[in-house]
């Protein structure tokens, strides 16, 4: 079955920088864009970066683009979210996600990035 586990997340300073690494099992990853999102207290969840399944497009969204970078790695099966200059408001869990074909979702357990002094 399908299986995402995120990790990476920590505590962090403004202005700092984290990387999140998704572990992807029970599916041919290659063949599927995948994404990151976040979701912070009392907000909806948000999508922070979408990559293409060879890796060849990315895009992000509005309030990270110029600091957060997605990547894969196919032969892994791993992507991954490079985050720079962290601020507050990036304070979130944040998931990795999977969308078939069919529409369906899949999600990970998440990992917790808090950025504050």
């Known amino acids: 079955q399908v299986q995402l586990v995120e990790s990476g997340g920590d505590l962090v300073q403004p202005g700092g920088s984290l990387r999140l690494s998704c572990a992807a099992s029970?599916?041919?990853?290659?063949?599927?864009?995948m994404s990151w999102y976040r979701q912070a207290p009392g907000k909806e969840r948000e999508l922070v970066a979408v990559?293409?399944?060879?890796?060849?497009?990315?895009n992000y969204g509005d309030s990270v683009k110029g600091r957060f970078t997605i990547s894969r790695d196919n032969a892994k099966n791993m992507v991954y979210l490079q985050m720079n200059s962290l601020k507050p408001e990036d304070t979130a869990v944040y998931y990795c996600?999977?969308?078939?074909?069919?529409?369906?979702?899949?999600w990970g357990q998440g990992t917790q990035v808090t950025v504050s002094s």
């Open positions: 029970g599916f041919t990853f290659s063949s599927y864009p």
């Open positions: 990559i293409s399944s060879a890796g060849g497009n990315t």
């Open positions: 996600n999977l969308r078939r074909l069919s529409g369906r979702d899949y």
